[in-house]
């Protein structure tokens, strides 16, 4: 396998870029694996990548039914932060955060984290109480967080709306400086070519479609292209995880809906950082390609349709021109939507299930890409020893029994609304 | 490159001033931008993304990938315009973008030369930078490549247009204005139906327009338009893109208004985004050409050979003198001899060893050479092409014989026709590949809402053509219930060749050992060369979304539609399967890139979102008052006297209640009428504590929880009579609760004989409150106030001079208070009464910052304490539930965690110091580390006129049995740590002396 | 934009209704004391990819609760009821 670096990348160009070699093998699955992991996206490939690299468990297969990273991982605004409030998410994150830091170097490819920071914009007195109780937390914890009041927002961002029209007028922003995006797809791949050094055999177009059971221990999966047994299966799956669950005879407290993400065409730089708008479900940030990359609400139905209704076209751009007004001449290029897990108190689960043999990593909702390296490790963690990590410990099933809602908004138990 | 004499489409008495770059183009009403370019020998006109390679106008159409500029200047500046779709107007201003210090001389064009080191996915693999756990290396090398990414330059000024949204319903939506458009509306319309026909050119006609003028299809069109012109059930939308295809028969449409002007006309908007909900609709959306693949193939002066006949018969431009044209079906013919008549000297290289004999008539007639079984090899020069390599190939397209150089200065290509299969793709899926047309199709399923028909379903004849839009018209009609008669279709004219029949698959021409004889392009604005393709497959990029996303092929601003064929073709050859098994990338929305402000609409600015006003709004506008934000309503903040800040106002207003007495509009408060005979029993399922034994005249406070046990929101309900309740709730919540209601009484409890209104809109609501309240109610009616006749949270009705109102003897600020409840259009007259009346009593308005200082002075808790995650008991309202009956949320309020003892629960905070607290800050013990989540947090604080003290409402770990202890109130992001005493959270007169006076 | 055919209103767009929850989960018994029952209703879902039978609150128009039948991958509607006279 070829080390990149800038030395490699000339080396190839020299002989025509004609001795690259495969980044991941498309292996022959072997009839047994100690642990066979559903679903190669960002999250399926990193628990392979750390189960092999942490806990050595290499004998571990990512079974994929399309292409690698073609749910979620491919889908989301590529946002990465780690400033949650609630205990239970708060370390997880922060941990997923210091992850992405020494993320490109771990792997060996550039998966492009560029910390150009994020603000949460308030829009009234009682928002920006609450975002310094967000921030106050956030820095009792070790993590950046920074609370502007309007001027020194109106400093750095200039280009929003500051004039008596706005509805919704700035009062200020949390700001974590830290906070920023990453290249999505190369999340994916950097992962996939990780776990395939360290001997993961990664199986696409393989669609699951039931389990092997010995007694009432699973013991392996169906797919499209036969049997594969393994000790351990393990759902990474976000977005379909009631579906693979309920072939395991569990019904989650997770409902399925779909959220729009928007780009625009490319322009020259005119956003720095990600800009969170607190009057409505909005986003803003510009990729280094130059696109204007809009995250939008979910349309709020139950929906596995990976596309997006009108409503939601509509108050997005609504919210980027409010936000925004000079982006009323640029233009959209492409919307689409991903499919969320969307839980009950909108944190995900990293547990083991009742069923014997069978481990839960879902319930994503909107965190699914920035808590993708954690979300590997704590799950590879959790898959090698039986137990939680201390940072996915209340990431359970049994946390609505108990009562312990992780609810960062204090929506209570209605999935569309986290 | 030169404008003819005569011919064209271009209304030659109508001169037009059009500059690019500061030189003037000579345009006409009815050219382009690009055609004024070409007319006007602009060859360079922009440049590509990756490696600033030179580009020139390709295409005549959407698919532009090169001629993209900055149009307009100021505040209507706008970039990445295409300049083949642009129509030309006079005072047309563009200049070049993506170039610097020049178009000309552009420094980025550096990357060209270092291209082979930034082929496919290099940033993947370099920039890691030797730093562990940081990514500053990475961010340096960044802040580069976004400065040089990037297209056009958008501008940060305020868009001075004004845009609208219009909804519109029909029978028949037909999407595409050509030959199967037309027919498909001609026979709807005929039928009876309502029918939008939408076109994005400026002209109806299609392909039609691209035919030289005087051909048959003109007589064809203007029958066909006139006829389409008397029907009144039609509705025609040029300038108009079909962008998107939404659920339940809803299509986005974006009509350009105005931007064939300089500026819109005075009140005339820019652009209009249409909603339409069609009862079916026609997808005649035609087909697009495709490129071919060799060397050199993006070189200013390689063009699409439709785009060249377009340029030619529409605009009268030749683009070239010494036409090189290549192809792989028959469609270039007709370009072919068009060219030659109009002064060309044109040599044709077909991919095809054995051509059709028609096509070939067709060209040896009009003294054209062709050279069967040859391709072209590459192209030669730098900024414009001065000539190309051609050679003999195989069936394969390799060369099979020995090159030659031919002089060209224009290269026209066709690698065959892509059916517009968008909008049918966004709705139902991937389309189907059909080998025989070398095209992907959709599918025809007849429950299918968009059907299409013509070349977007691969029509192999101009019969085939109308047919189709005919039939597909009739169908939608009758689907709709139109029962008219349709006639036949208008007869179908003499045309050119279509591409369908004798198409070859080859796409590239290659040397002998299959090698390209330099850098060949698939996708032409985003620099991916076919040795980009090749490398991702090495490197097992291979599904097309990998190829696609490692590559970035069709991810430019035309998202593929000139790119993603011809690099499917190279995967499904390098894997050695056919193009169906390696398949397509999905097609998104928007069909064509839409401006921001078309789909907003009015939507922005003030009118982004409703804003609701009681109805004594304009009274506190006109009295000086500062507003806030209260969900959706604009509520009284502080009333400042002279230049008071709102710390000084809000101290005087509370201290001014305690003292004299005070009013506030509490008209946003949620008002639920509760009504029928089982409304005590609903409020005892929904609420926490009982109603069973309130009495007629007399009201409660009270607090639901949701389903799962955690507070929802709180209020007073009275009741009026028997059946007759009147809720309250706060102002957030008051939709949540109503639609709760709603759900348990219609789905869970449909025997309850209950009716829930809101009746926010019908009250206004006064609240009075002071030690002189009484006295000055008193003074306006005649309703017997007296503490005997109406003690606290009794309700009587009353008179204020005419006007008849409810009095609700009540309090939230402790004091001796009144809410009144007057109806909603006499709210603005009442208050005015009572300010006349209040001024013998001293009376004062005060706002919301007031009625906070005066409820945390109380303990009484408001949104930041329900805050969705604390229970009863955290809120010290644990005594409210009752055990004698169940209630929304009595099981789950049960769990362990949320009956754990050591919950934060409320308490009162005593701050130290002069300065007070902040809302959000952390609590910790007087030593502990403050680290960690805290023993708990600060709702809300504020200064207390009546104690003279800073304090604060917060939630501590196991609060109640820690009154007087010390602890450190930290906020972290203020860089403040303060201490504070902890003391019960009824700060102020705890026994309810003052409001039961 | 999902068009519902609300009984009382008529067809109309999605944007004057609200999505509520599951309609297949039924309240318990209001006199019920066990947690587990209550758990479910609130927390656990099928999640069906395909026929779904959920609340919508036409909360723009007659303020009913309805029953739609809706397809969760294609998003077709084939049944809309009101809630009150829609069987357990």
């Known amino acids: 396998m070829t080390h990149y670096s800038a030395l490699s990348v000339l080396r190839n160009a020299l002989s025509g870029n004609r001795s690259w070699g495969r980044a991941w093998r498309d292996p022959d699955p072997k009839p047994s694996y100690d642990v066979l992991i559903v679903g190669g996206g960002g999250h399926g490939l990193a628990t392979a990548y750390y189960l092999a690299k942490e806990h050595g468990i290499k004998n571990v297969a990512v079974v994929e039914k399309g292409w690698l990273g073609g749910g979620n991982t491919g889908r989301n605004t590529t946002i990465v932060r780690s400033n949650y409030m609630m205990p239970g998410n708060t370390m997880f994150y922060e941990r997923s955060m210091r992850l992405w830091e020494n993320l490109s170097q771990d792997l060996n490819f550039n998966v492009m984290i560029s910390q150009r920071g994020q603000y949460n914009l308030c829009h009234s007195p009682a928002q920006m109480d609450a975002a310094r109780r967000r921030g106050n937390i956030m820095r009792a914890n070790g993590i950046d967080a920074e609370l502007f009041d309007r001027e020194e927002v109106r400093r750095r961002l200039p280009y929003l709306d500051y004039s008596q029209a706005a509805r919704f007028p700035i009062h200020g922003a949390i700001f974590q400086g830290r906070a920023g995006t990453a290249r999505h797809d190369a999340v994916a791949w950097g992962y996939a070519r990780g776990a395939d050094r360290h001997g993961v055999d990664i199986l696409q177009q393989r669609e699951v479609t039931g389990y092997l059971w010995d007694g009432g221990r699973i013991c392996g999966v169906r797919t499209s292209r036969g049997d594969i047994r393994a000790a351990k299966v393990a759902l990474c799956v976000a977005g379909h995880s009631g579906h693979l669950a309920q072939m395991a005879g569990l019904r989650l407290p997770i409902e399925t809906h779909s959220l729009q993400a928007f780009v625009t065409e490319p322009y020259k730089p005119l956003v720095d950082t990600v800009v969170s708008f607190g009057a409505a479900h909005f986003y803003i940030s510009q990729s280094d390609k130059g696109g204007l990359v809009l995250g939008g609400d979910l349309d709020m139905y139950n929906s596995y349709a990976q596309r997006g209704g009108l409503p939601i076209v509509e108050h997005t751009l609504a919210s980027a021109k409010a936000l925004m007004p000079c982006v009323s001449r640029l233009k959209l290029l492409r919307h689409w939507a991903g499919v969320m897990d969307m839980s009950m108190d909108g944190s995900p689960f990293i547990t083991k299930t009742p069923v014997d043999g069978l481990y839960l990593n879902g319930g994503w909702c909107y965190g699914g890409f920035k808590a993708t390296p954690a979300s590997g490790w704590c799950f590879a963690w959790t898959i090698a020893k039986d137990q939680p990590h201390e940072d996915n410990r209340e990431f359970t099933l049994d946390r609505f029994e108990r009562g312990y809602q992780i609810d960062e908004k204090g929506m209570g138990p209605q999935p569309n609304a986290h | 490159m030169r404008r003819l004499n005569a011919g064209?489409?271009?209304?030659?008495?109508?001169?037009?001033?059009?500059?690019?770059?500061?030189?003037?183009?000579?345009?006409?009403?009815?050219?382009?931008?690009?055609?004024?370019?070409?007319?006007?020998?602009?060859?360079?006109?922009?440049?590509?993304?990756?490696?600033?390679?030179?580009?020139?106008?390709?295409?005549?159409?959407?698919?532009?990938?090169?001629?993209?500029?900055?149009?307009?200047?100021?505040?209507?500046?706008?970039?990445?315009?295409?300049?083949?779709?642009?129509?030309?107007?006079?005072?047309?201003?563009?200049?070049?973008?993506?170039?610097?210090?020049?178009?000309?001389?552009?420094?980025?064009?550096?990357?060209?030369?270092?291209?082979?080191?930034?082929?496919?996915?290099?940033?993947?693999k370099t920039f890691i930078g030797p730093f562990r756990n940081s990514t500053r290396f990475w961010m340096m090398c960044e802040a580069f490549i976004r400065k040089a990414a990037g297209m056009g330059r958008a501008t940060t000024l305020e868009d001075p247009d004004r845009y609208e949204k219009r909804n519109a319903f029909c029978d028949v939506l037909v999407i595409g204005g050509g030959a199967a458009g037309l027919s498909a509306a001609l026979a709807a319309g005929r039928a009876g139906a309502q029918v939008i026909l939408v076109e994005q050119d400026f002209e109806l006609g299609g392909a039609i327009l691209s035919d030289p003028v005087g051909a048959p299809g003109d007589a064809w069109l203007s029958r066909v338009k006139e006829e389409l012109a008397s029907l009144p059930n039609v509705r025609i939308l040029l300038r108009t893109t079909a962008f998107g295809a939404y659920d339940g028969g809803t299509y986005g449409l974006v009509e350009r208004v105005s931007d064939h002007l300089k500026t819109p006309q005075s009140g005339q908007i820019r652009q209009r985004y249409w909603l339409v909900h069609a009862g079916r609709a026609v997808l005649a959306t035609g087909a697009l050409e495709r490129p071919l693949v060799f060397a050199g193939n993006d070189r200013p002066g390689v063009m699409l050979a439709g785009a060249v006949r377009t340029y030619l018969n529409r605009f009268a431009v030749l683009a070239g003198q010494n036409v090189l044209l290549a192809t792989n079906n028959d469609t270039a013919y007709s370009t072919a001899a068009e060219l030659s008549r109009a002064g060309a000297f044109v040599t044709l290289a077909d991919l095809r060893a054995d051509p059709p004999d028609d096509a070939l008539a067709i060209a040896k007639d009009a003294g054209v050479t062709v050279l069967t079984g040859h391709g072209v090899l590459k192209a030669i020069g730098r900024?414009?092409?001065?000539?190309?390599?051609?050679?003999?190939?195989?069936?394969?397209?390799?060369?099979?014989?020995?090159?030659?150089?031919?002089?060209?200065?224009?290269?026209?290509?066709?690698?065959?026709?892509?059916?517009?299969?968008?909008?049918?793709?966004?709705?139902?899926?991937?389309?189907?590949?059909?080998?025989?047309?070398?095209?992907?199709?959709?599918?025809?399923?007849?429950?299918?809402?968009?059907?299409?028909?013509?070349?977007?379903?691969?029509?192999?004849?101009?019969d085939e053509v109308i047919a189709q839009g005919f039939n597909r018209g009739i169908e939608a009609a009758r689907a709709s219930g139109s029962t008219g008669e349709a006639g036949d279709p208008p007869p179908p004219f003499e045309a050119g060749p279509f591409w369908q029949k004798n198409q070859s698959p080859v796409w590239a021409t290659r040397k002998a050992d299959g090698s390209l004889a330099g850098k060949a392009f698939v996708d032409f604005q985003h620099d991916v060369?076919?040795?980009?393709?090749?490398?991702?497959?090495?490197?097992?990029?291979?599904?097309?979304?990998?190829?696609?996303?490692?590559?970035?092929?069709?991810?430019?601003?035309?998202?593929?539609k000139l790119s993603n064929v011809n690099a499917l073709a190279r995967m499904a050859e390098l894997r050695g399967l056919s193009i169906p098994d390696v398949g397509t990338t999905t097609f998104r929305p928007p069909y064509t890139p839409v401006s921001i402000g078309a789909i907003v609409g009015h939507e922005h600015g003030r009118h982004f979102r409703p804003t609701r006003l009681s109805p004594i709004h304009h009274w506190h506008m006109d009295n000086g008052a500062r507003m806030t934000e209260a969900g959706a309503w604009m509520r009284p903040w502080f009333y400042p006297q002279a230049d008071e800040d709102l710390q000084a106002a809000y101290i005087r207003e509370a201290a001014h209640v305690r003292q004299n007495v005070g009013m506030i509009d509490v008209s946003t408060l949620g008002k639920i009428a509760v009504q029928g005979p089982d409304a005590a029993e609903f409020l005892n399922r929904v609420y926490v504590n009982g109603w069973k034994t309130l009495a007629i005249g007399r009201l409660r406070y009270g607090a639901m929880l949701r389903e799962d046990g955690f507070v929802m929101d709180d209020g007073a309900t009275a009741r009026l009579g028997e059946w007759d309740y009147f809720m309250s709730t706060t102002t957030a919540n008051a939709a949540k609760v109503l639609a709760f209601s709603e759900h348990l009484l219609q789905t869970a409890w449909k025997d309850l004989k209950v009716h829930v209104t809101s009746v926010t809109d019908q009250w206004a609501a006064i609240a009075l409150a002071g030690p002189s309240s009484r006295a000055l109610l008193n003074s306006v009616t005649d309703a017997d106030l007296s503490r005997e006749a109406l003690p606290n949270n009794h309700v009587t009705r009353a008179h204020i001079g005419d006007v008849a109102v409810r009095v609700h003897r009540m309090s939230y600020s402790g004091e001796l208070a009144y809410e009144i409840y007057i109806p909603a259009g006499y709210g603005q007259h009442v208050w005015e009464t009572l300010h006349a009346a209040g001024q013998a009593h001293n009376l004062k308005p005060y706002g919301t910052e007031a009625m906070g200082a005066l409820r945390i002075e109380k303990g009484h808790v408001a949104g930041p304490e329900i805050e969705g995650r604390t229970t009863l008991k955290d809120l010290g309202l644990e005594g409210l539930a009752s055990s004698k009956k169940p209630f929304v949320g009595s099981v789950l309020r049960k769990r362990p965690v949320l009956t754990d003892p050591d919950r934060p629960t409320l308490i009162g905070l005593e701050i130290e110091g002069d300065g007070g607290a902040k809302p959000g800050s952390l609590l910790f013990q007087a030593k502990a580390e403050a680290k960690g989540h805290g023993e708990g947090w600060v709702s809300s604080t504020t200064y207390s006129p009546a104690l003279g003290k800073n304090i604060a409402l917060a939630f501590l770990k196991n609060g109640k049995a820690r009154l007087g202890e010390t602890v450190r109130v930290v906020n972290f992001v203020g860089g403040e740590t303060l201490s504070a005493r902890v003391v019960s959270h009824h700060f102020f007169d705890p026994e309810g002396e003052r409001q039961n006076g | 934009m999902i068009r519902i055919n609300c009984p009382v209103c008529g067809l109309r767009n999605e944007t004057e209704f609200t999505y509520g929850a599951d309609a297949t989960v039924n309240r318990p018994a209001l006199d019920e004391q066990e947690t587990g029952p209550w758990l479910d209703y609130v927390f656990n879902r099928d999640n069906p990819r395909g026929w779904h039978k959920e609340y919508w609150h036409h909360v723009q128009g007659c303020r009913q609760w309805l029953v739609l039948e809706r397809n969760t991958l294609t998003h077709e509607i084939r049944g809309c009821r009101l809630a009150r006279e829609a069987g357990e």
């Open chain 2, 8 to 124: 064209g489409r271009i209304d030659r008495t109508k001169p037009l001033s059009v500059t690019f770059e500061g030189r003037a183009l000579p345009a006409y009403q009815g050219d382009t931008l690009a055609s004024a370019m070409l007319a006007g020998s602009v060859s360079l006109a922009g440049r590509s993304f990756k490696y600033h390679r030179p580009r020139g106008v390709f295409s005549a159409g959407v698919e532009e990938p090169g001629a993209l500029v900055h149009l307009r200047e100021g505040d209507r500046h706008e970039p990445n315009v295409r300049a083949t779709t642009t129509e030309a107007f006079d005072g047309l201003v563009s200049t070049a973008q993506n170039a610097w210090p020049s178009l000309t001389a552009d420094i980025g064009a550096m990357n060209n030369i270092l291209s082979p080191v930034l082929s496919a996915g290099f940033y993947y």
């Open chain 2, 529 to 560: 060369q076919l040795s980009d393709i090749d490398q991702a497959h090495l490197e097992g990029y291979v599904s097309v979304e990998h190829l696609k996303r490692y590559t970035t092929t069709g991810m430019a601003t035309d998202q593929g």
């Open chain 2, 383 to 462: 900024k414009r092409v001065t000539s190309a390599v051609i050679t003999p190939v195989d069936e394969r397209g390799r060369a099979a014989g020995s090159t030659r150089k031919v002089p060209a200065d224009l290269i026209a290509m066709s690698g065959g026709w892509s059916p517009v299969v968008h909008l049918w793709s966004q709705l139902y899926r991937k389309p189907q590949y059909d080998a025989h047309a070398v095209c992907f199709v959709p599918c025809q399923e007849s429950e299918h809402h968009l059907q299409p028909a013509g070349t977007a379903f691969a029509a192999a004849t101009l």
